[in-house]
């Protein structure tokens, strides 16, 4: 079969599927008058240098809901890696809440305040990358948030001789509809040269 995203039933569930496993941006903010904390897993690294991180959520203008509008609004937030430990909070934290409520304290997640930035970010996330706001862009029926990573923090018992090692990182991906994956079956491959 062939076609327009259109002819597979919907090009969000064509892409989403087909885009797998898809890393998750646990994205932290600080709003009036709550925190916030919401996964989004249309994310990926878009520059090394500078470090830049993008997440793509749904919407935009009036209809941003609280991350990404906290995120334009004061320019400051954390992007938490998900792993396999925190995805059961993680999937909480997916659930609409009024804007008043701290997402945090509704989920039971503990929050640590930050080095740099004016947002809280998880505490026990084995990853942690405080983050400016570089740009956002509207593109179609989304909003793509770039993040300038300023400062990063890294859990002792994920690094080997001082660097992230992903054998160490639990980290989870997100599929379609409600299905994830762990990376447990890892393989190397020699890049030719």
Not at 74 to 85: A, L, P
Not at 105 to 111: C, L, P, R, T, W
């Amino acid at each position: 079969m062939e076609g327009s995203p259109t002819e597979f039933g919907s090009p969000y569930r064509l892409l989403s599927g087909a885009v797998v496993p898809r890393p998750i941006a646990w994205v932290s903010s600080r709003g009036e008058p709550a925190d916030n904390l919401a996964p989004y897993s249309f994310f990926t690294v878009a520059s090394i240098d500078p470090p830049i991180l993008v997440f793509a959520p749904v919407g935009h203008g009036d209809s941003l809901k609280d991350t990404p509008r906290n995120a334009i609004e004061h320019g400051e937030f954390v992007v938490n890696i998900v792993t396999e430990d925190l995805v059961e909070a993680m999937n909480q934290t997916a659930a609409t809440v009024p804007a008043d409520v701290d997402e945090f304290d509704h989920v039971g997640i503990e929050k640590a305040e930050s080095t740099v930035v004016n947002a809280p970010r998880v505490a026990d996330a084995h990853v942690s990358f405080e983050c400016t706001l570089y740009d956002s862009m509207e593109v179609g029926s989304s909003t793509l948030i770039l993040a300038e990573v300023v400062h990063a923090h890294v859990a002792d018992d994920v690094l080997t001789d001082g660097k992230l090692d992903t054998k160490k990182l639990d980290a989870v991906g997100r599929l379609a509809g409600s299905e994830y994956a762990k990376l447990t079956d890892r393989f190397e491959l020699v890049r030719p040269s």
